[in-house]
């Protein structure tokens, strides 16, 4: 018999949502085939087998988990599976196991199902805790259709709706504010990807001494080139695109802006350039890894955004995809953005950010003309990174982006 343990999917969660069983429980299952779907506060990871064996689950579908927990078993054979006298005292703990489970976990969906409940409709622990908050009828909730509702669905069904007071909520009385009390107030309760944002952004500001340098690039000519590439290309390929291409060709003359901190006055070099690009779309921030963005032709990296973009619409992330960054980008693309100052994530050395591009009247000769504008900055983990090398990693990146011929090839 071997236990079934959650693995550790990444660093910054404590828990994670079982979400799906992708095996029946008394299945077969060999080594390597998934049988779990988790979710991450940013991500759903489907978790395999680590040995063969007959499955026996221990938690219900719905329920959270931690790292390190025993959530299944392998069983060593299908007789012993099936029930036979060595197998009995396995299937009565397994059986006992799920009901504490269930009993630890009261908002894992055990009840009967409420009429007019499409049957196999999953509701998981987090998400349920937020419908009963804000009193929402699981009619509304089964009318989106899904086989598996998270808090991120029903976060999407609330839109920009505040949740009750907490004193609405549990009954308490409202802390006095003043001589009027705080009857009215209203409460926004962060969905679980922002707070494992706001525990990585408290992070930095707290443990990383962070410097910032900003420098404006001329990017007409290489915005022309983009839309020359997206026709002939044909995938999107925008400033984005460029400066990810662009930064990913720096690796080799500056090692320090990839390289993660390491104990002692020591920093561990990167292999390749492999960058972090945020994308957000309304459903929390992510921040995907475009592997190797040095060495790789133009059209894959345009290619990888895409469909990240894609893949954030639908919130189906995987850890791996997240993994692995050695410099951020961070996009700040709305018109009339003119400045951004990025935090550099624990683990890095520096952040990048990018702003919309902007018009810009100039004296060319003895006339004027228009010219486009963006601004590119530099956070820097000032430990590692003096004033100096930011400006030459910034002037490196501003004349590969004022040249764009200098490494895009007609292949991109």
């Known amino acids: 018999m071997t236990d079934f343990r959650v693995p550790k999917l990444n660093n910054n969660d404590t828990s994670y949502v079982l979400v799906e069983w992708l095996a029946e429980d008394g299945q077969a299952v060999r080594d390597g085939d998934p049988i779990v779907l988790l979710e991450t506060s940013k991500a759903t990871e489907e978790v395999e087998a680590p040995a063969d064996g007959v499955l026996r689950r221990l938690l219900a579908e719905g329920a959270e988990c931690e790292p390190g927990q025993v959530i299944a078993r392998l069983l060593g054979s299908a007789d012993e599976a099936a029930g036979d006298t060595a197998g009995e005292p396995a299937r009565e703990a397994a059986q006992k196991t799920a009901q504490e489970a269930a009993d630890e976990n009261p908002g894992t969906p055990e009840t009967p199902a409420p009429p007019g409940d499409p049957s196999g409709v999953v509701v998981t ?78 992070r930095s500001l707290r443990e990383i001494p962070a410097a910032f340098t900003a420098m404006n690039v001329d990017v007409t000519e290489v915005l022309s080139l983009a839309r020359d590439l997206t026709r002939r290309l044909r995938t999107l390929v925008g400033l984005p695109e460029m400066v990810v291409k662009a930064a990913g060709g720096l690796l080799d003359r500056f090692p320090m802006f ?155």
């Open 125 to 202: 622990a987090p998400a349920r805790e937020l419908i009963e908050a804000h009193g929402i009828a699981m009619e509304r909730v089964y009318a989106l259709g899904r086989k598996v509702i998270r808090r991120t669905d029903v976060e999407e069904l609330l839109g920009g709706q505040a949740p009750p007071s907490p004193a609405a909520v549990t009954g308490d009385a409202p802390a006095a504010a003043g001589a009027g009390g705080d009857d009215d107030a209203q409460w926004i309760t962060l969905s679980r990807a922002q707070q494992r944002t706001a525990e990585v952004v408290e």
């Open 258 to 412: 990839f390289a993660a901190p390491g104990p002692g006055p020591r920093a561990r070099r990167a292999a390749t350039a492999d960058v972090g690009v945020t994308v957000d779309v309304g459903r929390g921030l992510f921040i995907p890894v475009v592997r190797d963005a040095g060495n790789r032709p133009l059209a894959e990296i345009a290619g990888d955004l895409v469909g990240f973009r894609k893949t954030a619409l639908t919130g189906s992330f995987r850890e791996r995809d997240l993994q692995g960054g050695a410099i951020t980008l961070t996009l700040h693309t709305h018109d009339g953005i003119v400045f951004a100052v990025p935090i550099v994530f624990p683990g890095q050395t520096c952040a990048l950010s990018l702003t919309a591009p902007r018009s810009e009247v100039v004296q060319d000769g003895s006339g004027f003309a228009v010219r486009r504008t963006a601004t590119i900055g530099l956070a820097y983990d000032h430990r590692f990174i003096n004033g100096r090398d930011a400006a030459e990693f910034l002037g490196e990146l501003r004349t590969a982006l004022e040249s764009p011929a200098r490494f895009l090839t007609e292949n991109g």
